[in-house]
């Protein structure tokens, strides 16, 4: 679920400009899952761009604090959401922690890093929702640990039914700033592409483990 319309589409604007987001149905990107996409999506570029962060910055602390009501802490999912998490709490004068993809070997062997008390009310940020499989690793993690997770807050979803039910089983309220129908729109408004890709994109979408396999 997008936080709002006219955030979603700037959102997508921006991604686009920067290269963020990157779209070729010709010269298709191979994930770590193994599947052919026509889409990457790489949101730490946000960071390096300081009028488009601060914009992605604020509309995270607005919408939050909307959505959600102000939580105690802001938690960043490693290492893809440390980054803008930590503007978002600086932006909302909360603390911040931030979760590893699995707990330290050595050390005190943390999985959540930071100062968090059991009871505290926290919101989860995450650059990039795909399956929801390892941004919901990350709110085991802080449930673990005692916390109360009031939702998460994400840049931008692809939007698969798999992430919907995953985050449905884990009883966790999912809200971004842009998504994969956003996306097409401002592209195709854009003319970052035309009528024929646009098509093999929303037939990625409908498949995305099976397309343009020979």
Same mark, same amino acid.
């Given at each position: 679920? +997008?936080?709002n319309?006219?955030?979603?589409? $700037?959102?997508a604007? =921006?991604l686009l400009q920067i ?8 010269n298709?990107?191979n994930?770590a899952?193994?599947? $052919?996409?026509? +889409?990457?999506?790489?949101?730490r570029?946000? =960071?390096?761009f #300081?009028?488009i962060?601060?914009?992605i ?5 607005? %919408? ?6 102000k #939580?105690?802490? +802001?938690?960043?999912?490693? @290492?893809g959401?440390?980054g ?9 004068g =909360? ?5 590893? #993809?699995e707990?330290?070997?050595?050390g005190?062997?943390?999985q959540v ?7 505290q009310?926290?919101v989860?940020v995450?650059d990039l929702?795909? @399956?929801g ?5 990350a709110?085991e993690?802080?449930r /673990?640990e005692?916390?109360?997770? %009031? ?6 979803t692809y939007g698969?039914?798999i ?5 449905k089983?884990?009883?966790? /309220?999912l809200y @971004?700033?842009?998504n994969y129908?956003t996306? =097409?729109? @401002?592209a195709?408004k854009?003319?970052?592409i /035309?009528?024929?890709?646009i098509?093999s994109?929303?037939?990625?979408a409908?498949? #995305?483990?099976t397309?343009?396999?020979?």
């Amino acid at each position: 679920m +997008i936080f709002n319309n006219n955030s979603a589409q $700037k959102t997508a604007e =921006l991604l686009l400009q920067i290269n963020a987001i990157k779209l070729d149905t010709k010269n298709y990107f191979n994930w770590a899952s193994g599947w $052919k996409s026509p +889409i990457y999506c790489d949101n730490r570029l946000v =960071l390096s761009f #300081p009028p488009i962060r601060n914009y992605i910055r604020d509309e995270f602390a607005k %919408q939050i604090e909307e959505k959600f009501g102000k #939580p105690d802490v +802001i938690a960043g999912v490693a @290492t893809g959401a440390i980054g803008i998490g930590i503007l978002v709490a600086e932006a909302m004068g =909360l603390p911040f922690v931030y979760v590893r #993809p699995e707990a330290k070997k050595h050390g005190r062997q943390n999985q959540v890093e930071g100062f968090l008390q059991k009871g505290q009310n926290v919101v989860v940020v995450e650059d990039l929702i795909s @399956t929801g499989g390892s941004s919901l690793m990350a709110v085991e993690a802080l449930r /673990n640990e005692g916390a109360n997770i %009031q939702g998460m807050a994400a840049i931008f979803t692809y939007g698969f039914d798999i992430s919907v039910d995953n985050f449905k089983k884990a009883n966790v /309220n999912l809200y @971004t700033l842009s998504n994969y129908q956003t996306l =097409l729109e @401002t592209a195709t408004k854009k003319e970052y592409i /035309n009528e024929i890709e646009i098509e093999s994109l929303k037939q990625w979408a409908k498949s #995305p483990s099976t397309w343009n396999q020979e």
